[in-house]
């Protein structure tokens, strides 16, 4: 054993990591002994009489004595420890010992338990003791199937374990109610979550004896105020009950449920003297805070109805809520005073002494009221205070009693009640609040004779109440400074009439509206610091035994669920640690609270009582950042003078030689008074944690290897002091500030009589520095927090991992940045705007004429500094900690390699905080000579104008006071004053008699503003020119010196305007480039005047992409040129008649509308095209209401200068008349053509909107008049009217049509004998309507001029090309940058392709050159963005637009094919422009090579695009009308079916007659020669003979084929299909026929007959005509000639094929 054991100091060569130290007592002979093992500890836990270890590895060992180990030793002394075999192969992570059990947790989160297990502390069934660890399921039954838990943290008591899962539940085991489980069976075998706390999220439990301690995490605001039931979950009885009196109601909560009574164990029925008995009240589940507590001597329990009958209310009114306190609030038992420390006995007076009262009052702040109360003093009798005064003071300030509540229950109650009593209740229940209603209604009401009853309680019950009420003043919260005003506490009140005995002045001050409180805690903490740093908003949460105060709720029951410990929720408690009988909570601003039995002095204070938290006597600096508490004392790890960390003690001695003593048999052994310093701490080396259990004391330490120890030690101790000292200014200086924020601070003389009215601080500062102040504090706070969370964050990272990589200053600097930015930038804000020496008035007469306080917090030596100097460095202190950052990682990384990457990731994170202390240095330096220029300013400028320019961001940089700078060309007598800051440049002018005073000036914004330097060469001078938006000037300086100081000062701040960064080196030269994104206000330009843009800039100019906003609400967004319009842009312009807005979308020129457009009128209109000079030019459809409107129509044709001129369509959908012919001046005028709805048709000429002159009307009867015209409809003159039937009119008519003629002229009837021809007077039509060739003239010519040439053909070759690539790549980008114009991926994908300037335009055109040219203008004619395709767009919508509707018109049909031929003249002239080389109409492509591979190539091409044959002659209609005729097909088939209606209807019947014949008779009965007729046909790929009953069997391939002439578009196409089904003919017939078998027409044409008869095509007489009129002429010869012809003659032969 001695061989073992070594001292402490020595040097060890081994273990320089996790050294375990243990010892017994304080005393100075006592030397810790040091336990070796052969790895570093990582944890160690203590139990009453042994220990458990948890070493690097993950491996568990135990020491002490084990009466559970049956057949093992059983005791193994501290210096040896055995190893647990049976967690071998488990990796362990924590460990946790309980009185006589301990507990193990794997890296899995799986618990194992072992030792004393009688009360199923183990959690293992039918085991009295678990020798060995053994593994503990805790599920979750509520889950199906139920999963395992995995555990975070285990904590053992005596009679029970608490297990902290990863969902941050709890979750209990063992006996007794320190379980917090709903249960009345015992003991719980199986873990079960403690349900109470279920929905907070704990972050910590700890366990003692008998009771059990967790920390939560505070709820959120919304999370905290939902709602809370209305009845009790348990007896489902009412929580708050009302009781209507004659002058006041009564609403009290105080429900007893006779659940909440703990039930008795067995052997605790008979309790000795001085112990009270374990029963206790549970709070309704409503209630986080015990409300109601009851002191029930030994013997039999009261029942329910003696309890509630035994209540008496006392009422008082608060804020809008109700308070009821009763005889049970104020009963307790008496065991803190029968418990007396050090043996001092209890009086027997039931009332307290003049002693008493006179200390209670020296502690009152207000000295006035003190005076008065000390007159009540009774000499020689014990005072007596009046019940109701007694309420009130201890229901508010004895933590434990008054219950948060914010039920809508209670709510409904007092709005009752307000009905109820009246309006005196109500404007009490809003004014008085209960902490004022406490300092001026108590002394009031304390010399009131006669009053009844007097104290229900024990003596102890009144000494109790007052020295907790001024505990709870003393252990202020931290957190907002008028929080609780400012949301109000939701405590109980009832609704008297207590006006009559309140000060009027208070109601008055309450009355008042309040200053916004200003929070001094952020609430939920920094956002973007996230999980990363531990929770400060925390709350400590107690149950189980509470006879020796453990709990800290003030009295001495115990609590079967968890309770809330209120007078700790905002002491920021980062953890928790609990003795047998004692708890101790740790801050995060190193303070202890302790609280339980001090019998031993094991809470470090000797104050009473001991039931409610209280602070641990440390000496001043002393900072606490781990705590370990035993059965009977307490172990502290502080920070003391340097940064090594120190030990203290508070407990019991423990005599050498002596064993573990029983508490109850303590007596004669000494104990501390408060903690005492351990004398060998400093030989221990560096500890980094401390425990603590039955009389033992372990320490965890290590060896400073080469100074990185001592280095995490010195940040994490530097990191604590820091917070201490941010919340004593928090506390001393804030606090006291912001509470002079109330609208009126009311003080006494001296000579105790008038009151005097100080200034409040809002008045004081005014409401901007009043704003700025709140801001301040705000960035106070957040800084002041992450500081807390960081010390916390660090301190943690000492007792676990001690290493650097994990800390989050150096992971997530940018948080710690991002604060001390803000802060400085508050800071700045608040000192330029006089915001500290406005403040120094108020905080003189707060902190009096010598502030040591200020001066000790600000670290200032200086003696007489003024208040408000003392003030900046007080609040510009926290930046000198980031020189601590700095050097502290600084000296973290001398601990690595050079090379290292830990070494460059420390001196990384080193240079960020350095770089940002010199940044806020300069800041603060900007600061205050801004705030001194601002000083010195008030003499030579308007008070309006130091108003205006003064602002919190502003800061100067330099100005030209001493002439240095002057304006050239100024005048004579004008004295001009430039002033840099870093957002503007400001020129302030005045006149030589009022050099002093400078009248006006204005404002340059540095983000608009260009600076130029003028060459010296020519003129001598030393000038700058400066570019703004509206004006340019040049200002002179006295040397060249003096200039570049200016051009370097300006440079610098329009770069740092512009990137928002902190200003440049002084020695280094930056230009902020000259093309910028920046907002500007005009205020000259006339066209822009008082509008706003924001966007690109290039020299002073719009340029690039931006948007202006006028005044007047006009937006326009879209690319700028040289300060104009130009290019791409959307247009808003309200109007303010019909209220609603103008929209133009499209593209501009030189800051006007020009090319193509869309714009929406306010009115509805809609225009779609070309614009020029902001009208509409060109091209463009307007379409004019909707369809519902009172008069809808549509336009699509040519403007000139926004009116109609040219040809155009105008369809007048309300007439139904639909217009096609030539305008001018928004008028019809010149040849037109007008159809109706009613089948009416009129060409002729039109002028001044009228038919006017010679026409032709036709009806739909074929009625015919030609003639002369005066109106629309109107015949005036000389005609011909033709009728149906060939009889004619001719002669003079007059009369409108359709409402009856006069004819003046003769009558013919055509002689029956004459021929058709001589009969038929059928009027050619087309000759009076535009030639086709008219039409649309200006689409193609904006086609040419997109190509670059000015008339049709007159241009350049290259040029042109190079337009296409232009545009396309324009509206590339164009399409890219407005997401709502995106192209599909097939267009992107063409559109890149066509980019590229083909080589085909070039040279001899060969077939492959064709080829390549007509799959080029597929391409370009399905791009909307190439000029070829934006044509071909418009073309098809103005067809469409034409013989669409009204328009489909069976007479226009001859003018839709001519318009379709004219179109390909056209389009062909365009496609020779880009293809010179490409033969001219008719001409021939010369013979391809014999080469096979030729062959191929050349039929490579599109079946469907490539005509049949065409003899190698070039034609538009085989190369364009692919790609034109099936856009137009639609319109142009409906004309052919109009005009071949009757035709088809002949055509039609007949075929359905003939084709209920079956195949063989229609055969014969077509005149088909017996050897082509079929004899076996397939069916169902067998052969089946023709029997005569067959149907559609016969040359059915062929019938099929022929079908799909209806589903191609284009004469060749079709022509194809007629060929194809002539060839399936041949090949039926052939097979049965010999192989030189030749077709003669006579042959031939009744078998094609029948196929065409089968094929049943509805419009047949439309195919043949459309292939008629539009096949390329040079194929009328061919072979596919003679196959058209036979299908025509086919046609009219079944026309007129007789069937009978």
Not at 468 to 474: D, F, I, N, T
Not at 1264 to 1272: A, C, R, W
Not at 1550 to 1571: E, I, M, S, T, W
Request: net charge negative; with cysteine; proline share 6%.
């Amino acid at each position: 054993m001695e061989s073992q054991r070594k001292s402490s100091g020595e040097e060890d060569s081994s273990g320089e990591r996790g050294s375990l130290h243990t010892w017994k007592g304080y005393s100075y002979s006592v030397t810790p002994e040091r336990v070796l093992l052969s790895r570093p500890v990582l944890q160690a836990a203590l139990g009453t009489r042994h220990g458990v270890l948890l070493v690097e590895g993950g491996q568990v060992y135990s020491f002490g004595e084990f009466p559970w180990k049956q057949s093992q030793v059983l005791e193994v002394g501290p210096l040896k420890p055995v190893l647990e075999s049976a967690l071998s192969g488990q990796r362990v992570v924590a460990v946790a010992a309980g009185s006589f059990h301990s507990g193990a947790l794997t890296e899995d989160g799986g618990v194992h338990m072992w030792g004393e297990n009688s009360f199923g502390q183990c959690g293992l069934s039918s085991l009295t003791v678990v020798p060995n660890p053994t593994p503990v399921a805790v599920m979750d039954p509520d889950t199906s199937p139920p999963h395992t838990i995995r555990v975070l943290e285990l904590a053992c008591g005596e009679q029970h374990s608490l297990a902290l899962s990863a969902q941050h539940e709890v979750w209990a085991w063992g006996s007794g109610c320190q379980l917090g489980l709903v249960t009345t069976i015992f003991p719980v075998w199986k873990p079960q979550k403690v349900e109470h706390l279920v929905g907070r999220h704990v972050l910590q439990v700890a366990c003692g004896a008998f009771h059990s301690l967790a920390l939560v995490r505070c709820l959120p605001p919304q999370e905290s105020r939902r709602p809370l039931p209305d009845k009790c979950g348990q007896c489902n009885q009412l929580l708050y009950t009302m009781t209507d009196k004659e002058d006041h109601v009564i609403i009290s909560d105080s429900h007893y449920c006779p659940l909440g009574v703990e039930l008795l164990a067995e052997g605790e029925a008979g309790l000795g003297p001085g112990r009270s008995p374990p029963i206790g009240l549970l709070s309704s589940p409503s209630e986080p805070l015990s409300s109601h507590t009851s002191a029930l001597a030994p013997g039999p329990h009261p029942s329910i109805t003696e309890h509630t009958d035994y209540e008496r209310g006392r009422t008082v009114a608060q804020n809008g809520e109700v308070l009821t306190t009763t005889d049970a609030d104020i009963s307790a038992s008496g065991t803190d005073s029968d418990r007396g420390v050090g043996g001092a006995g209890s009086r027997n007076s039931p009332y307290p002494d003049d002693q008493a009262v006179k200390e209670y009052l020296k502690k009152l702040s207000d000295t006035s009221l003190a005076e008065e109360t000390a007159k009540m003093t009774i000499a020689g009798a014990s005072f007596q205070p009046p019940a109701d005064s007694l309420d009130l003071l201890t229901s508010d300030l004895i933590p434990g009693v008054m219950p948060v509540t914010t039920s809508s229950a209670l709510n409904n109650l007092v709005s009752s009640c307000a009905s109820a009593v009246g309006e005196r209740v109500v404007s009490t229940y809003e004014a008085l609040s209960l902490k004022k209603m406490i300092n001026y209604y108590y002394p009031g009401i304390g010399g009131v004779a006669g009053v009844p009853g007097g104290f229900p309680g024990g003596p102890a019950e009144v000494r109790v109440r007052l020295e907790e009420s001024m505990q709870g003043k003393k252990s202020c919260s931290t957190g907002d400074i008028r929080e609780e005003e400012a949301e109000g506490l939701s405590r109980r009140l009832s609704l008297p009439g207590l006006l009559s005995q309140v000060s009027p002045r208070l109601l008055r001050r309450a009355s008042r509206p309040r200053v916004r409180a200003v929070p001094l805690t952020p609430v939920g903490g920094l956002p973007e610091a996230g999980e990363l740093l531990p929770s400060l908003q925390t709350e400590v949460w107690s149950w189980g035994r509470g006879e020796e105060g453990q709990l800290g709720h003030g009295d001495n029951l115990p609590r079967l669920q968890p309770l809330c410990i209120k007078c700790l929720s905002s002491k920021e408690v980062v953890l928790v640690a609990a003795g047998a009988h004692h708890s101790l909570a740790l801050t995060a601003q190193s303070q202890v609270f302790s609280w339980g039995s001090n019998s031993s002095g094991q809470l470090g204070h000797m104050a009473s009582p001991t039931t409610i938290p209280r602070l641990a006597k440390l000496s001043e600096g002393i900072r606490v950042w781990d705590v370990g508490a035993g059965a009977q004392h307490t172990l502290l790890l502080a920070d003391g003078d340097c940064y090594q960390p120190i030990l203290y003690y508070s407990g019991q001695q423990v005599r050498e030689g002596v064993q573990d003593t029983p508490q109850d048999q303590t007596e004669g052994y000494s104990y501390t008074q408060q903690p005492v310093l351990l004398p060998f701490c400093m030989n221990l080396g560096y500890v980094s944690g401390v425990f603590a259990g039955g009389q033992s004391c372990v320490a965890l330490a290590d060896r400073n290897v080469m100074g990185f120890i001592a280095s995490l030690h010195e940040l994490a101790a530097a990191e604590r002091k820091f917070y201490c000292k941010l919340s004593s200014v928090k506390n001393h200086i804030l606090r006291p500030l912001l509470d002079l924020g109330e609208n009126y601070c009311c003080s006494y003389s001296s000579a105790g009589q008038r009151p005097w009215v100080r200034e409040s601080l809002s008045t004081a500062l005014g409401p901007a520095s009043t704003v700025l102040l709140r801001s301040l504090v705000r960035c106070y706070s957040r800084l002041c927090h992450l500081t807390g969370q960081h010390s916390a964050s660090l301190t943690a990272n000492l007792r676990r991992r001690r290493e650097f990589k994990s800390l989050v200053m150096l992971e997530h600097a940018s948080i710690f940045l991002d604060t001390y930015n803000e802060y400085c930038c508050s800071v700045g804000n608040f000192l330029v705007m006089g915001g500290f020496q406005a403040l120094a008035k108020p905080s003189l007469e707060f902190f009096g004429k010598c502030p040591e306080l200020l001066q000790r917090l600000a670290e200032s030596s200086e003696e007489n500094i003024p208040l408000s100097d003392l003030l900046v460095t007080l609040f510009y202190l926290p930046m000198r900690h980031l020189h601590e950052y700095g050097r502290l990682l600084l000296k973290l990384g001398t601990c690595f390699e050079v090379s290292s990457v830990d070494y460059q990731k420390l001196q990384d994170g080193c240079s960020k905080f350095e770089a940002l202390a010199l940044h806020l240095k300069r800041r603060r330096k900007e600061a205050e000579y801004t705030y001194h220029f601002w000083k010195s300013f008030p003499g030579k400028m308007t008070v309006s104008g130091l108003d205006s320019l003064r602002k919190p961001r502003r800061r100067l940089i330099c100005e030209s006071s001493n002439k240095a700078l002057t304006l050239q060309n100024s005048g004579r007598f004008s004295v001009n004053w430039f002033i840099l800051f870093n957002d503007a440049l400001v020129h302030a002018q005045g006149v030589v008699p009022y050099k002093s005073l400078f009248s006006t000036h204005h404002v340059f914004p540095l983000a608009t503003l260009w600076v130029e330097p003028i060459p010296e060469e020519n003129t001598g001078l030393h000038g700058l020119k400066l570019i703004s938006p509206e004006e340019t000037f040049t200002l002179l300086a006295c040397s060249s010196m003096e200039k570049a100081k200016w051009l370097r000062s300006i440079n610098q701040a329009v770069d740092q305007a512009m990137t928002g960064a902190g200003q440049s080196g002084a020695g280094q030269r930056v230009e902020p480039p000259i093309s910028r994104t920046a907002s500007y206000t005009f205020y000259k330009d006339s066209r822009l005047k008082e509008a706003t843009y924001e966007g690109r800039w290039l020299a002073g100019k719009p340029n690039g992409r931006g948007m202006v906003k006028w005044l007047d609400g006009r937006i326009y967004t879209g690319t700028f040129k040289n300060g104009l319009e130009d290019g791409f842009g959307d247009y808003v312009m309200p109007s303010k008649t019909l209220n609603l807005n103008d929209h133009y979308q499209g593209h501009w020129k030189e800051g006007k509308m020009h090319g193509i457009g869309t714009y929406k009128y306010a009115t509805g209109e809609l225009y779609e095209g070309s614009f020029q000079d902001n009208m509409r030019h060109g091209h463009g459809m307007l379409r004019s209401g909707t369809l519902n409107s009172s008069s809808p129509s549509v336009f699509i044709g040519q403007w000139v200068h926004d009116k109609k001129t040219g040809y155009g369509v105008f369809d007048d959908i309300t007439r139904g008349e639909k217009y096609m012919g030539m305008w001018q001046d928004d008028q019809r005028q010149g040849t037109g053509v007008i159809v109706t709805q009613f089948g009416l048709y009129y060409e002729g000429a039109f002028n001044n909107n009228k038919m006017q002159g010679t026409g032709v009307l036709l009806s739909e009867d074929n009625t015919t008049y030609e003639g002369e015209f005066s109106e629309d409809w109107t015949l005036n003159g000389k005609g011909v009217l033709t009728m149906p039937n060939g009889d004619y009119f001719e002669g003079s008519f007059t009369g409108e049509w359709g409402s009856g003629l006069k004819v003046t002229g003769s009558f013919f009837k055509p002689n029956l004998y004459d021929s058709d021809g001589d009969k038929g007077r059928a009027v050619k039509l087309g000759r009076l309507a535009v030639p086709p060739e008219e039409k649309w003239r200006v689409v193609f010519e904006e086609c040419w001029m997109r190509l670059g040439c000015e008339a049709p053909g007159q241009g350049e070759n290259q040029r042109a090309w190079e337009n296409i690539a232009v545009a396309l790549t324009t509206s590339r980008r164009q399409h890219r940058d407005s997401p709502e114009m995106n192209l599909s991926r097939t267009q992107n994908r063409m559109l890149e392709s066509l980019e590229f300037i083909p080589q085909q335009h070039v040279g001899p055109v060969t077939m492959e050159k064709y080829d390549s040219i007509r799959r080029y203008l597929i391409k370009a004619c399905d791009m909307p963005l190439h000029p070829l395709g934006r044509l071909m767009e418009t073309l098809v919508a103005v067809y469409r637009m034409t013989y669409v509707g009204v328009g489909a018109n069976r007479r226009l049909l001859l003018q839709a094919v001519n318009e379709i031929m004219s179109y390909l003249a056209r389009i062909f002239q365009l496609v020779r422009f880009l293809f010179p080389d490409l033969p001219e109409e008719g001409g021939a492509i010369p013979e391809p090579s014999s080469d096979p591979q030729d062959k191929k190539d050349s039929n490579c091409a599109d079946t469907q695009l490539e005509s049949p044959k065409p003899g190698r002659v070039v034609s538009s209609s085989a190369l364009l009308l692919p790609v034109l005729l099936p856009r137009l097909y639609p319109p142009l088939f409906t004309l052919y079916a109009l005009e071949k209606e009757k035709e088809d209807d002949v055509y039609w019947e007949c075929v359905l007659r003939l084709n209920k014949q079956p195949d063989v008779a229609l055969l014969a009965f077509l005149g088909v020669q017996h050897k082509f007729w079929p004899v076996s046909v397939p069916v169902l790929g067998e052969k089946t003979e023709v029997v005569s009953s067959t149907k559609d069997a016969c040359f059915a391939s062929a019938t099929e084929t022929l079908q799909q002439i209806s589903t191609t578009f284009t004469p060749s196409d079709k022509l194809q299909v007629i060929q194809l089904t002539f060839e399936e003919i041949t090949k039926e017939v052939m097979s049965s026929l010999e192989d030189n078998f030749l077709w003669s027409m006579d042959d031939l044409f009744p078998v094609f007959l029948y196929v065409v008869l089968r094929a049943r095509i509805r419009n047949l007489g439309s195919e043949v005509s459309l292939i008629e009129d539009l096949m390329d002429p040079c194929v009328q010869h061919g072979e596919h000639g003679i196959m058209f012809t036979t299908l025509k003659a086919c046609y009219y032969q079944i026309q007129h094929e007789k069937t009978t």
